[in-house]
């Protein structure tokens, strides 16, 4: 199975505050993506990075892929109470696309 | 541009009933997907349809059907609804190399809240 493990299930911070959170996966892939999801609504693309890249960055986000480790990592810099959500990994194997179990994000004020 | 519509957006069924989930997108993607999320947990892959006329099992696909009407359109069916089937379903499309390798991001539509009793 591809399906990605997140870690860490939970995570709480204070705002400004920089949150990591990790994504590992079990077989090759083409790419990992990363998206958020507000409470109770669908799933937003925040950031898409491929096999052969190892860093990405798009505004406050950095995301990592290291493929010996089969794992990936996104940090969210200087946090905001708006970055509350639920942050899940999502992994392109072999034609299938795999959502990780996600990390819950809190950004106390 | 509406990107992926899904309806009904709420709906609450008796065990045993039957009914479908419509999804819709504007977008000429040539890939779509069902998936389902359970509470305090990620999304599971029902069906998906890398191209008008084939569709594929996904990790969960027992107690559904799916059609890829057309291009445009992905209907998930619960033919004898269970309990076990009370979910959020999301439908979601994206654009995929002929390999079926998916080369950008997904677009979701906001979800369909089914109660099975």
């Known amino acids: 199975s591809q399906q990605g493990e997140e870690d860490p299930q939970a995570l709480s911070i204070q705002e400004g505050e920089n949150a990591t959170m990790n994504c590992s996966y079990k077989?090759?892939?083409?790419?990992l993506q990363w998206y958020r999801q507000n409470s109770g609504r669908g799933l937003v693309h925040l950031i898409l990075?491929?096999?052969?890249?190892r860093e990405k960055h798009s505004g406050r986000l950095r995301v990592t892929l290291d493929t010996s480790k089969k794992s990936s990592s996104l940090l969210i810099t200087a946090s905001r109470a708006a970055d509350t959500a639920s942050y899940f990994c999502?992994?392109?194997?072999?034609?299938?696309?795999?959502f990780g179990q996600g990390t819950r994000l809190t950004i106390n004020p | 541009n509406a990107g992926v519509t899904q309806t009904p957006k709420f709906q609450v069924l008796k065990t045993g009933q039957s009914m479908t989930l419509q999804c819709a997108q504007d977008?000429?993607?040539?890939?779509m997907y069902w998936y389902r999320q359970d509470p305090g947990m990620g999304l599971r892959l029902i069906y998906y349809?890398?191209?008008?006329?084939?569709?594929d099992k996904g990790e969960v696909p027992n107690g559904y059907n799916v059609s890829r009407l057309n291009k445009r359109e992905f209907s998930l069916r619960l033919e004898s609804a269970a309990p076990s089937q009370t979910s959020v379903y999301f439908c979601?499309?994206?654009?995929?190399?002929?390999?079926?390798?998916?080369?950008?991001?997904?677009?979701f539509g906001e979800g369909s809240r089914l109660t099975v009793l």
């Open positions: 979601a499309s994206s654009y995929t190399t002929s390999g079926g390798v998916n080369t950008g991001e997904l677009f």
């Open positions: 077989t090759s892939i083409n790419n």
């Open positions: 990075i491929r096999s052969n890249e």
């Open positions: 999502l992994i392109q194997g072999a034609q299938k696309l795999v």
């Open positions: 977008m000429n993607h040539n890939s």
């Open positions: 349809s890398a191209s008008e006329g084939t569709t």
